[in-house]
């Protein structure tokens, strides 16, 4: 069997972590995944896989080349389509990952991409987490904040303007703060980093970043949840704009201390580095810039 079906075939077994779903969606026997399994890891001299009779695990052995064999699988389809047509249609599955309140947003619309390109699938990931790209074997992530990892290629879209909003309940009770002076007597809802601010209260003076730690009772992990809370009357936030608009537009939130806001957080959109990315992946990601920036300030 030619070296890359192996691979192709690992990686499979990799993501599914079972021979008899990895054989379904290959469309091969069971024995047949087995076999192939047991050539490479002759080829390569390794053991790749513990097997057991109800699952399969890597070793460190098999993480290791997962990820190699990654890295060559995609590089040989660059190779396989690189003289085709231009005007081509781009074809493959793209798995992409995206913040939460930012998969709101683009569900509505992805009727649209999918008409513009009938033989793209999208695997969309909406989590709050902040996924490791080459592990997970995403093809593009959205990331809203400072970006940690400079191994992966980032495009800056532009910043998300930030407000500081309370419920018209909580203000009734706590009072409304007019100034960073106020905030010892108030309350936050803790959202820790990467997606958040954590227990900081940030502003901007003199164009310089100033904080402050807020009394914090609630630790919430999405921003949905960020933003239950602060309608439920737990504390101020700190949070997009566009996350509130509505809300705020229908009383159900109030702005506070409007001259003292955070500093804007940059939304990226990153990917691995390829050489040649395939085209499915440069339209998903031209077409999602254009989508967003309607959200941000593309002059930061």
């Known amino acids: 069997m030619d070296r890359v079906d192996l691979f192709r075939i690992f990686v499979c077994v990799m993501k599914c972590m079972s021979f008899a779903r990895a054989a379904e969606m290959l469309g091969m026997p069971r024995s047949s995944v087995s076999a192939a399994i047991s050539e490479l890891e002759r080829r390569v001299d390794a053991r790749l896989l513990?097997?057991?009779?109800?699952?399969?695990?890597?070793?460190?052995?098999?993480?290791?080349?997962?990820?190699?064999?990654?890295?060559?699988i995609a590089e040989v389809e660059v190779m396989e389509t690189l003289y085709r047509r231009t005007e081509a249609q781009p074809s493959g599955r793209l798995r992409v990952d995206v913040?939460?309140?930012?998969?709101?947003?683009?569900?509505?619309?992805?009727?649209e991409f999918l008409d513009l390109y009938p033989r793209i699938d999208i695997d969309l990931g909406v989590t709050d987490r902040w996924v490791n790209l080459v592990q997970e074997?995403?093809?593009?992530?959205?990331?809203?904040?400072?970006l940690q990892d400079t191994a992966l290629i980032a495009r800056?879209?532009?910043?998300?303007?930030?407000?500081?909003?309370?419920?018209?309940?909580y203000l009734a009770r706590h009072g409304t703060p007019l100034g960073p002076d106020d905030l010892n007597d108030h309350w936050g809802?803790?959202?820790?980093?990467?997606?958040?601010?954590?227990?900081?209260?940030?502003?901007?003076?003199?164009?310089?970043?100033?904080?402050?730690?807020?009394?914090?009772?609630v630790t919430v992990r999405n921003a949905e949840t960020y933003?239950?809370?602060?309608?439920?009357?737990?504390?101020?936030?700190?949070?997009?704009?566009?996350?509130?608009?509505?809300?705020?537009?229908?009383?159900?939130?109030?702005?506070?201390?409007?001259?003292?806001?955070?500093?804007?957080?940059?939304?990226?959109?990153?990917?691995?580095?390829?050489?040649?990315?395939?085209?499915?992946?440069?339209?998903?990601?031209?077409?999602?810039?254009?989508?967003?920036?309607?959200?941000?300030?593309?002059?930061?």
């Not at 803790?190 to 009772?217: A, F, K």
């Open 99 to 111: 913040p939460g309140r930012i998969g709101r947003l683009i569900t509505p619309h992805l009727t």
């Open 137 to 146: 074997n995403v093809d593009c992530a959205l990331r809203v904040g400072k």
């Open 189 to 217: 809802i803790n959202y820790p980093e990467p997606s958040g601010r954590g227990g900081q209260w940030e502003w901007v003076e003199e164009r310089n970043v100033r904080s402050v730690r807020l009394r914090c009772r």
């Open 156 to 169: 800056r879209i532009g910043v998300l303007p930030l407000v500081n909003v309370a419920s018209p309940t």
């Open 227 to 300: 933003i239950a809370c602060c309608l439920a009357g737990l504390g101020l936030i700190q949070v997009p704009a566009y996350d509130v608009r509505d809300l705020l537009a229908a009383g159900e939130l109030v702005e506070v201390m409007p001259e003292h806001r955070a500093e804007p957080m940059p939304m990226s959109l990153i990917y691995p580095h390829r050489k040649h990315p395939p085209r499915r992946l440069t339209v998903f990601t031209h077409w999602l810039e254009m989508l967003l920036k309607q959200y941000v300030d593309v002059r930061a």
């Open 50 to 72: 513990h097997r057991t009779t109800r699952k399969v695990s890597p070793t460190q052995e098999g993480l290791a080349l997962y990820e190699r064999c990654q890295r060559v």
